[in-house]
């Protein structure tokens, strides 16, 4: 992950285009038109093995080696079989970037037998070229005249940065976007992305102020944990919007492998947008629809929507739309009422929504838009207008925007019809009013909106404290270790449960018997009806509903009672063994007391492992495989309650748990804890595949396992989201107070104790650290402080018990935010007042010095107000270098941490 030579790729100043020549259908030739069409400022040059003087008027060279002068970027459009050595004798020639528009390379193959876009990759690794492509479509940067690609048309300048996969479907978005009014800061497409890929892009983009908003079309994530990174950073500062193509099996451009219990790709999808803050619409059509309302519209403060319409049919579909899509109408003030029905017709239906009648005039539709901004419970107004011979669409157009202007609320409009109301769709666009051609059309834009800031709020709230990060769970790890000593790739059910239980599991007691004789005495001691399940080896392995068609839980018999009925159920059971699973070894017979469960709500949830995105969370109904394989929702570890409750909410299982249990919300929350702390397991113990508690029933006040599955995988695997680094803690004691004080990475459970720490600093402490004076810290303001990736930012924070025993205290911070290519981190740091004095604030540092060199970043810096004079001596003592920095009027200081290992790290750093 790397914005390594980017800026020559996106922002060169002179361009070769190896192939080009002057035949009409030549895919270089092609290219350079393009360019010189476009006006590229810059130099232009060409090489081809032909003997030409010139290409276009462009001057002409035979050989790489022959160019007159290195250029920054090079547009490779060459037979397949010649791309390899075109790279790498660019490469060594010094150019730093390519664009590889030749196709076919993943077909092609090399004398060594491998695909001719891996030649490509190394080459390029080899000689430190970056590539986009092969066979991409190319690159336009609109603002800088650029327009490398073989594209019909070029894109008009914007704010909207657009990153493809598919060259066909990026020509069909650059001549949509262009009837639509639609430009572009940066448009490309990655093609077979053998070197630069999404996470790099993203990275350039997401520090680049000419681009506001980023669209994304996806087929595929290779590099999932990069990806994470980069999209999570870059939608905390402008809107993410993505298509993934290839939803269903038979879209799939390569076979897939499934993970365990998963009968599609696409949840999973699902989940990493989502985790990502990215929103994920459904097609093309969406996507620029999702632009329009999230780049033109104010943040929704109440998710009520008002719909009001010259007639009642286009209001109903609207309606009709938005609770089919889970929105909400907007409730109405007696005073709002009152105030319209001053203006509509007696037999108005005094609600939401409004129908003005087919004869509204513009006064009437400024009237009702004035109304409706001085009631504080509406937010968000849908204006839609019918063609009508009474009225001029134009002219209600442009009341509506002089009504609106300087108002509070969100505004869009549906001017339905063509013919008649194009005028007024422009004037909305001209006025930045978003305008949709259909009430489905603006609803659903709306309601993207709304989704947006929901997963935007959901990735920022605090979650409640729940699982003790810093318990050591060894008795687990042990139960994995022998089985791994042992060969096994599966522990046995009395282990599986033991796990569990260790991280505090509750699950039904169980006892194990060998025989049926051992059955018959269990139930001498119970003297009560007992569930009797055999247990095989093939029944150790998680989700084989989705396996084997068989099931696992069909080996059980329930509700047995008596020594007759018991003999004659271990044999039902032997004999349904037998027949369906004969290769699988005989462990036993676990016997269970009939359970009797709150309102016989039943969870399946679980951790199953993807080849891609490794460990995955899985929560839905138990039963029936239908019913398990039709609710099954999915997440990405870590998860925190805020998390758990999410994917949890998106279970048809939850509607019924609110429905139907007598305690929902303690048994919410025992679901959310459990998920939390699945999550948590696989976290501690990577070896672990997949685990499964089905059914997850409950009893007064907790959730209990009736039955858990582990498998192990013979390799570990990480999330893709880097958990809480345990590793890193350390405790300190204080050398003048004698205090214990734990110095870790912060966690987003920390946010009361983070906001209470900065709100009891000094007004000069704040100053020295934020550069301002600040008396107040919102819930966003701390959340972002506390709620990071633990990989690009990472914040120390020092606490320690408070005094009167009630919790924990903060008593100070450092974090760095670190780019994206491991080059230079900014530091800042604050201790406590009352505890100036005892060494906490060179001790934080230290650590994250430390921290910082071993994870190879090459500097540290920071700017620091000239009158901070207590910073600037401990900047000292650490070995900074302090320069003051005129125009800025701060003190620069500057530590080196590693040596740069390239001389692209040099001139970065320079």
Not at 70 to 85: F, G, S, Y
Not at 576 to 581: C, F, M
Not at 592 to 621: K, M, N, W, Y
């Amino acid at each position: 992950m790397s914005t390594r030579y980017l800026e020559s790729l996106f922002n060169p100043e002179s361009i070769v285009v190896v192939g080009a020549s002057e035949r009409a259908t030549n895919l270089g030739g092609m290219v350079l038109r393009n360019l010189m069409a476009g006006g590229f400022p810059g130099q232009l040059q060409v090489v081809n093995r032909n003997d030409y003087d010139n290409v276009h008027g462009i001057p002409c060279v035979r050989k790489v080696s022959r160019m007159p002068t290195r250029p920054d970027l090079a547009i490779i459009c060459t037979p397949p079989d010649t791309v390899p050595k075109t790279v790498r004798k660019l490469g060594e020639a010094g150019v730093r970037t390519a664009i590889v528009m030749t196709g076919g390379l993943s077909r092609a193959h090399s004398k060594k037998g491998q695909p001719l876009m891996y030649s490509v990759r190394d080459a390029a690794r080899e000689t430190g070229i970056r590539i986009l492509g092969p066979n991409t479509i190319g690159l336009m940067v609109p603002a800088r005249q650029l327009n490398a690609t073989y594209a019909h048309m070029g894109a008009m300048p914007g704010k909207v940065a657009f990153v493809g996969q598919s060259g066909s479907v990026a020509s069909s978005i650059i001549d949509w976007a262009f009837a639509r009014g639609v430009g572009f800061s940066h448009f490309l497409t990655l093609g077979d992305g053998m070197g630069i890929g999404h996470d790099d892009l993203i990275d350039y983009l997401a520090q680049d102020p000419r681009c506001r908003a980023i669209l994304l079309h996806l087929e595929s994530i290779p590099q999932p944990r990069r990806f994470m990174s980069a999209v999570r950073v870059a939608s905390r500062t402008k809107p993410v919007i993505a298509v993934k193509s290839g939803r269903v099996p038979e879209s799939e451009w390569m076979p897939v492998t499934l993970p365990a219990g998963v009968t599609r790709t696409d949840p999973i999808y699902d989940a990493v947008l989502k985790r990502a803050g990215v929103l994920r619409v459904d097609g093309l059509s969406q996507m620029f629809d999702a632009l329009e309302t999230l780049t033109r519209m104010r943040p929704v403060r109440r998710e009520g929507l008002v719909v009001m319409a010259n007639g009642v049919g286009p209001g109903v579909l609207a309606v009709d739309r938005l609770k089919a899509l889970d929105g909400e109408l907007a409730s109405l003030s007696g005073r709002t009422i009152e105030a319209l029905a001053a203006h509509l017709p007696s037999y108005w239906t005094r609600k939401n929504p409004i129908d003005l009648n087919y004869d509204a005039s513009p006064t009437l539709y400024a009237e009702a838009i004035r109304i409706l901004a001085a009631d504080p419970e509406v937010s968000n107004v849908l204006v839609m207008y019918s063609p009508s011979l009474t009225e001029d669409s134009l002219q209600i157009a442009d009341a509506v925007m002089q009504a609106s202007k300087g108002t509070r609320l969100n505004v869009f409009t549906c001017w339905l019809g063509h013919a008649t109301v194009l005028d007024a769709r422009e004037a909305f666009y001209e006025a930045s009013i978003p305008s949709f051609f259909s009430p489905e059309k603006a609803v659903k834009a709306f309601m993207q909106h709304v989704h947006h800031q929901r997963v935007q709020r959901l990735l920022r709230e605090t979650p409640e404290s729940f699982l003790d990060h810093f318990e050591d769970r060894a008795d687990a790890r042990a139960i994995v270790a022998l089985a791994d000593r042992e060969g096994r790739n599966h522990l046995s059910n009395s282990e599986a449960r033991a796990v569990i239980e260790d991280y505090d599991i509750q699950s039904v007691h169980t006892v194990y018997c060998d025989d049926v004789d051992e059955v018959v005495e269990a139930y001498a001691v119970e003297r009560s009806p007992i569930n009797i399940t055999l247990i095989h080896e093939h029944a150790c392995h998680p989700f084989l509903e989705g396996r084997s068609g068989l099931g696992r839980y069909k080996s059980t018999v329930e509700a047995v009672n008596g020594e007759g009925a018991i003999i004659e159920a271990c044999d039902e059971l032997m004999a349904d063994y037998r027949e369906n699973y004969p290769q699988s070894g005989f462990l036993g017979f676990a016997i269970q007391r009939s359970h009797s469960h709150v309102e016989g709500i039943e969870f399946s949830v679980g951790i199953t492992r993807d080849p891609v995105f490794g460990p995955l969370v899985v929560c839905g109904a138990a039963g029936a495989s239908v019913n398990v394989m039709s609710d099954r929702q999915i997440a990405l570890p870590p998860l925190n309650m805020v998390l758990a409750r999410e994917l949890l909410q998106r279970t048809y299982m939850y509607r019924l748990l609110r429905e139907y249990s007598e305690s929902p919300e303690e048994h919410t929350r025992a679901i959310c804890e459990t998920l939390v702390t699945l999550s948590q397991i696989v976290i501690d113990i990577p070896r672990i595949r997949g685990i499964e508690v089905q059914p997850l029933l409950f009893d007064i006040d907790h959730a209990v396992a009736v039955d858990v599955a582990i498998d192990l995988a013979a390799e570990p695997a990480k999330p893709i989201i880097q958990p809480y680094p345990r590793e890193l803690e350390e405790w300190v004691v204080l050398p003048r107070s004698g205090r214990r004080v734990i110095v870790r990475p912060v966690l987003a459970e920390d946010e009361p104790s983070h906001l209470d720490f900065h709100e009891r600093q000094s007004p000069e402490s704040i100053r020295y650290r934020f550069f301002q004076f600040r008396k107040h810290f919102s819930h966003e303001d701390v959340a972002q402080m506390v709620q990071i990736d633990y990989d690009r930012e990472m914040v120390f924070i020092a606490n320690a018990e408070k005094e009167d025993g009630t919790g924990e205290e903060t008593l100070g911070t450092v974090r760095t935010w670190t780019d994206a290519d491991n080059l230079q981190c900014e530091f800042a740091v604050m201790v406590r007042d009352d505890l100036k004095g005892e060494g906490l604030g060179y001790t934080l540092m230290r650590k994250m010095i430390d921290y910082c060199r071993a994870r190879g970043t090459v500097e540290m810096v920071g700017d620091v107000l000239p009158d901070n004079r207590p910073m600037l001596d401990l900047a000292r003592e650490l070995g900074f270098e302090i320069r003051f920095n005129v125009e800025e009027e701060v003190m620069d200081l500057r530590l080196a941490l590693n040596e740069p290992e390239t001389d692209w790290q040099r001139e970065r750093l320079e």
